[in-house]
């Protein structure tokens, strides 16, 4: 068992128990479930509406030949009523930047070893830039990834000759589409490890440091598993509770509260265990 002066590791338990030591840890986490719950709404249902009212009408058709009940999913919206959703997905997405800033200030918190790094809700402009800062960084990811999927598939479409759709059809499943899962996961990896430098400098590019995030997992393997695998448990844990019938609402409700706080904690003591180790982990 680590303590608040121990930084040369992680404690996994610490990252949920340190939340009951803010006197305010209440009203921070409530707004936290609160900006979550409202920004999953906003964003989650005009894209539900969005979906169903594209698919074809024939395909609702079918469909309703197994199950008369799925035919009245359909909707139709006008392209004006369309565009309208976009005002609540932005919305949303304003929300989650909150959410994120909130995280990259209690990433920083943890790592400098504040007693109380649960950041108070206040400096809304600082902490909507940095949300915004980071959710355009993963969207060049995910279109950098979109179109690494895109050139393979042409590519692959471009096979002739004997048995092409079936050459086809393997290389997609077996090839492309494997490679694409592990592109995702190193997008995952990168954007959530370059939360530390991007965090004591503000700087957008930090979020593209690619080659310091590959030199943190070859020359600290095993604390650099270790955070992913205890923010990967800790986040598995979280939909197995929410799964659960019996406490489906409470198990939301958990997540809503907690997810920001304890993935937030682990990367700010693995900075801490990380700039422990190397004197100044950023310049490692």
Known sequence: MTTDNDKSTIDFGRAF???????????????IAVFSG???VLII?????????????????????????????RVELTPGQRYQ?????????????????????????TRAGQMHPLPNWDAWTRKLVDG?????????????????????????RLIGGLNAELIQVVLGLCILFPLLLVYLLGVIFVTSINVLPYSQSRRFTDF????????RLRQDTGLTFKWFLFGFTANFGFSVVQALPVVQILGYLLSFFMTVPVQGHLLG????????????????
């Open 132 to 156: 915004l800062t980071m959710q355009t960084a993963y969207a060049l990811y995910l279109l950098s990834a979109a179109v690494f999927y895109g050139v393979g598939i042409v590519l692959v």
């Open 269 to 284: 003591q693995y900075g801490a265990a990380l700039d422990e180790r190397h004197g100044d982990a950023l310049a490692a």
């Open 85 to 109: 959703l976009l005002l609540p997905v932005a919305s949303g997405l304003l929300l989650t930047a909150l959410l994120l800033g909130y995280y990259i200030q209690l990433v920083a918190n």
């Open 17 to 31: 128990a340190f939340v009951a030591d803010d006197p305010r840890w209440l009203w921070k986490l409530l707004l």
């Open 45 to 73: 249902g005009p894209l539900t509406l969005f979906t169903l009212s594209i698919i074809p009408e024939q395909t609702f058709a079918d469909l309703a030949e197994i199950d008369p009940r799925l035919e009245d999913l």
């Open 38 to 40: 409202v920004a999953f």
């Open 208 to 215: 593209f440091q690619v080659g310091w995030a590959w030199r």
